[in-house]
């Protein structure tokens, strides 16, 4: 049985991290899914793949429910727990990775925050996982066409951060090189050539690490925040290494008391529109055994 079970293990983790953004939520979920699993009658299930995924999305709603109340009273921004994985070579392919190749970079994840816990799970099951509707209405306890509706509010919204936020991995490791090259060097006029306008940085430090409160904006007050990281780095003589961040070009920091990870996000143009800086160690608590 934990055979059969351990089969679905990836697939069912890929399901319940796009939906919660917690690495540690989604291992919970999947724990509880076989949980249910073993105590279920076995020899009704028809389709196991499909009864695994059902279960796992109705217990990743009453999460998102409870979230919400939760994320009010959270300390500073909100960011994903990420994904870190070591780079070997800028131009190299990672492939398939944990089942989380696609559809789960820090961009996507925080405009998937931005639906209602419905609607996430809606488009999560059906455009990434291509559950037919009937299946999806019945985690979700409602119609087919409720839930195609859910699914395509939240393709609206998804469509638009997609298009500005994703391109290929050589323009991704294009940009990734001139911005660390800039950011290393201290040079901060070309830094700004490679910076959208509008570009965002966020950190998320959990009121435990030190970290913006609020998202900076725009070019030049982004240009001089990533040099002043970079300044403080190496005067305090700390690790900067690249590394794949939900599969995205990213900075793995070692400090003397832990770790920081940053992600980047790259438009089709070549221009990065966002920083997503994680700083709370709760979030990173596993690279110390991967890193």
Known sequence: MTDV???????????AYRM????????????EAWLRYAAADQDQIVDLRAWLTTVTGRLCLDVLRSARVRREAYVGQWLPEPIVERLQDLGADPGESVALSES?????????????????????????????????????????ENARQLASRARRAVSAGELR??????R??????????????????ALLKVLAPD?????????????????????LQVGRFVLGLY?????????????????????LVRMSDGYAVCSLSVSPSGLVTGLYNQLNPAKLHGLGDEF
């Open 5 to 15: 079970f351990s089969a679905h293990r990836g697939h069912l983790f890929g399901v």
């Open 20 to 31: 919660l953004g917690s690495r540690a939520d989604a291992e919970d979920v999947v724990q």
């Open 104 to 144: 789960v970079s820090l961009a996507l994840l925080l405009i998937l925050d931005t639906l209602s816990p419905e609607q996430r799970v809606a488009f999560v099951l059906h455009d990434v996982f291509a559950v037919p509707f009937g299946e999806v209405a019945g985690t979700l306890g409602t119609t087919a």
């Open 165 to 170: 936020h994703t391109t290929s991995r050589a």
């Open 172 to 189: 991704q490791a294009e940009v990734f090189a001139a911005f660390t090259a800039a950011a290393s060097g201290g040079d901060l006029d």
């Open 199 to 219: 570009v965002v940085a966020i950190g998320d430090g959990g009121g435990v690490a030190q970290a913006a409160k609020r998202p900076i904006e725009g070019a």
């Open 231 to 251: 300044r403080q780095a190496q005067r305090s003589g700390w690790e900067v290494v690249p590394a794949l961040v939900n599969g995205d070009l990213g900075i």
